[in-house]
């Protein structure tokens, strides 16, 4: 379902870190950290003498149970050879949070500090627009079935993540959704009629605008799938592609300069 984080006081402090539920991130950082240990030849115990931590928390941040805090990362690289591997890798871990797909994760952070978010959707209504009621339908429909605690952590995570449309007055939202995601009358008439209640209200403010795709458009500029795209207070663009099972953050100039050209496109 789409839409889909030195000596003995160190250790402690990282070992309070304790990760319930695991991210990819952390899982593949643990990795590589336990593979640049292994092509060194350093022992757990061994390397845990050169970074100051406990050998149990070296083994619990190779297994990707717990986050590394930066003394941790810092230590790790020059331990085994300074090659920025770790240091690069650190920017983009995320602990595990209940409700949201690990895959975005990473691109829930970023919403955080987002100034312009633009989103286009031709599957479902997007996650900031939904209503609980349309959030409920959406897991109702998910398969395998889901449990009911993650359909509440679910339908938590994503009141959590609407709170940017109240908290970021100053954030540009603006999002395009075909016409057939209200056609589809997902969890029934009554679901949907509230739903576009609930669209018209949370699009009413002058930062966040709505704009319908014609089902029967002629032309069309993003026929590859939904896209999603930011800008840091930097001036940085990234966006994010997300399908069955799976999600990627995408950072390469080129490729978001075109998610950007088809997003314009379509807007206009």
């Known amino acids: 379902m789409a839409e889909g984080v030195g000596g003995v006081a160190e250790a402690s402090a990282c070992e309070a870190e304790r990760e319930p539920d695991p991210s990819d991130s952390l899982r593949t950082f643990g990795a590589v950290v336990q593979a640049l240990r292994e092509h060194a030849g ?84 997007p996650g900031l627009l939904q209503l609980v009621g349309y959030m409920r339908a959406l897991c ?55 739903l576009i209640d609930h669209i018209l209200v949370a699009v009413a403010p002058r930062n966040v605008t709505l704009q319908i795709m014609p089902a029967d458009a002629e032309f069309h500029a993003c026929m590859a799938g939904p896209i999603q795209l930011l800008e840091t207070p930097d001036g940085t663009w990234r966006g994010y592609s997300e399908g069955q099972e799976n999600g990627r953050l995408i950072t390469d100039p080129k490729q978001v300069s075109r998610l950007h050209a088809r997003y314009a496109r379509l807007r206009s």
């Open 140 to 194: 109702d429909n998910d398969i395998p079935p889901m449990s009911d605690d993650d359909l509440e952590a679910t339908v938590q995570a994503r009141l959590e993540r609407q709170r940017l449309l109240v908290e970021c007055p100053s954030t540009t939202f603006d999002f395009i959704v075909e016409e057939s995601v209200f056609m589809r009358r997902l969890g029934g008439v009554e679901v949907t009629r509230d």
């Open 42 to 125: 350093v022992s757990r115990a061994e390397f845990a003498e050169l970074v100051r931590f406990s050998k149990h928390t070296v083994e619990s941040v190779e297994l990707g149970r717990r986050m590394p805090d930066s003394a941790f990362v810092e230590r790790a690289e020059e331990a085994l050879g300074n090659t920025g591997a770790l240091r690069h890798s650190a920017r983009f871990l995320t602990r595990g949070e209940a409700g949201l797909a690990a895959w975005f994760r990473q691109w829930a952070r970023l919403e955080r500090r987002a100034v312009s978010l633009w989103t286009y959707e031709c599957r479902l209504a």
